[in-house]
């Protein structure tokens, strides 16, 4: 099983659409976990953190099920500016480092 | 100046060449870290220093060699590189003792080797 798993898309939807994203990792010891975005030739910049009882940043809202070790991303009300590759990250074992997935691209349409 | 920035933003050398890459944190931040991004695959972790302290060299080719002077700065010296190598370098840096471990991107420098 790869550390950090992601359906890599692409994910077309137009926009105003609600889209979710899933990622399974497969260190049970992990304690960190993100949602990181990096546009096209660019950086990733960190989306929002995800915390154990879900947490929600305007339309993104993050949950967390540590029984499955499975992180979910929803976006609703997609607009153009979406249009990116989502990072699942969680930190390794030790606590030292950050393992990426190798990402989801949506892309949002009009 | 305000979060992580890195020179040169593209560099292109011959296999024989030496260069340097830098990376500057503006965040106060002890912790700093190398990552590699290839096309098609996810980000690889390649050092990690934490309080100027080498904690972690994922399998590197000693053909990469990392610097880190102070808290602010690091640097990753490149000699006798292959053309596999090219590659997107990225660094980063966070706050550790914090529990949480946000790392905080830099734009990246784009390598090519000829």
């Known amino acids: 099983r790869k550390e950090v798993e992601q359906d890599p898309g692409p994910f077309n939807v137009p926009e105003g659409a609600t889209v979710a994203f899933n990622c399974t990792y497969s260190?049970?010891?992990?304690?960190?976990f993100f949602w990181y975005r990096q546009d096209c030739r660019k950086e990733p910049k960190l989306l929002m953190s995800?915390?154990?009882s879900g947490n929600e940043d305007g339309r993104f809202t993050a949950q967390l099920n540590r029984a499955s070790q499975y992180i979910s991303l929803l976006i609703r009300d997609s607009k153009l500016s979406d249009s990116a590759t989502y990072l699942c990250?969680?930190?390794?074992?030790?606590?030292?480092?950050?393992?990426f997935g190798k990402g989801t691209t949506l892309s949002v349409s009009s | 100046e305000t979060g992580v920035t890195q020179t040169p933003r593209h560099l292109v050398m011959g296999m024989t060449n030496k260069k340097s890459l830098k990376c500057e944190q503006h965040?106060?931040?002890?912790?700093m870290y190398w990552y590699k991004q290839s096309a098609k695959k996810p980000l690889e972790l390649m050092f990690v220093y934490n309080f100027k302290e080498q904690t972690e060299n994922n399998s590197v080719p000693s053909r990469f060699s990392p610097e880190c002077p102070n808290s602010s700065h690091l640097f990753l010296h490149l000699h006798t590189l292959q053309p596999e190598d090219s590659a997107l370098y990225l660094c980063?840096?966070?706050?550790?003792?914090?529990?949480?471990?946000?790392?905080?991107f830099g734009p990246g420098t784009r390598l090519t080797v000829l």
């Open positions: 260190n049970s010891a992990s304690q960190s």
């Open positions: 990250v969680v930190n390794n074992q030790a606590g030292t480092a950050l393992i």
């Open positions: 995800v915390y154990s």
């Open positions: 965040l106060g931040h002890n912790a």
């Open positions: 980063a840096s966070s706050q550790e003792g914090t529990g949480r471990n946000e790392q905080f």
